[in-house]
């Protein structure tokens, strides 16, 4: 029987919360379709549609980044900064990502271009974000226009001139296998319909990734149980010992 008050966030969905985050939380974290999700409920007599479920993941994942966020550990000072490729719509876009020295991520951005401008705005991004400290060390490849977007933000004082820039493809070799996680989720969906589609779900991705690597300050250790609960108290719903 549905309960007779849920969370703001849920009003007017036929299904439970648990239901919906449960197809958010697997649909970002394991090599799952949407039909294998729609299977999956309804070997549990769920009866759901594939399209549905493609909804919910567009709607919560950025929900649910948006709650994590507030709760990460805070990365050390050693950044190391590359960019990956993600199709939509047919044409390759880039996906911009940092990690510091231990392998936590800072940050994501997806960008239509690959320019000085879009390194830019993702490093500022990288610098305002609230769980981040002022990088000493910044560790990209040899694109070009990472030395130009760095300049301009201690230009700008939005980095201190002391931040040393290096261009060291070994040390970068932690976040390229990094990227495994979402490069295998892009390969499953076969490319993305649109920008706004390709963000959403990659914000859950990038977010149950986040977790998963033990980022969360209040989730001693990776436990699904723990890792569950905790996300249903994110959207004011209570823990399960099950």
């Not at 033990?214 to 250790?221: A, D, E, H, M, N």
């Amino acid at each position: 029987m549905r309960r007779k008050s849920v969370p703001v966030e849920f009003k007017w969905r036929h299904y439970e919360p648990e239901i919906i985050l449960l197809c958010v939380r697997w649909y970002s974290s394991f090599p799952l379709s949407y039909r294998n999700l729609e299977t999956i409920l309804k070997e549990r007599g769920l009866e759901t549609d594939h399209t549905t479920i493609y909804r919910w993941v567009q709607t919560y994942a950025p929900e649910l980044e948006k709650k994590i966020k507030r709760r990460l550990k805070t990365p050390n000072r050693s950044w190391r900064i590359d960019e990956t490729y993600i199709k939509i719509k047919g044409k390759w876009h880039y996906l911009y990502r940092a990690v510091d020295s231990k392998g936590d991520t800072i940050d994501f951005y997806l960008s239509k271009r690959r320019n000085k401008y879009a390194a830019w705005r993702f490093l500022k991004k990288c610098i305002n974000a609230k769980h981040t400290l002022m990088p000493e060390k910044l560790t990209t490849d040899k694109d070009k226009a990472y030395p130009g977007a760095i300049a301009e933000l201690k230009k700008n004082d939005n980095l201190p001139e002391k931040s040393i820039h290096r261009t060291n493809k070994y040390l970068n070799n932690l976040i390229e296998q990094d990227h495994r996680q979402i490069k295998r989720k892009h390969d499953q969906a076969m490319g993305y319909f649109s920008y706004k589609t390709a963000y959403n779900t990659i914000r859950g991705i990038e977010t149950m990734h986040m977790i998963n690597k033990g980022q969360v300050s209040t989730i001693p250790f990776k436990e699904p149980r723990l890792i569950k609960n905790f996300i249903h108290r994110q959207f004011g719903l209570p823990g399960s010992i099950f």
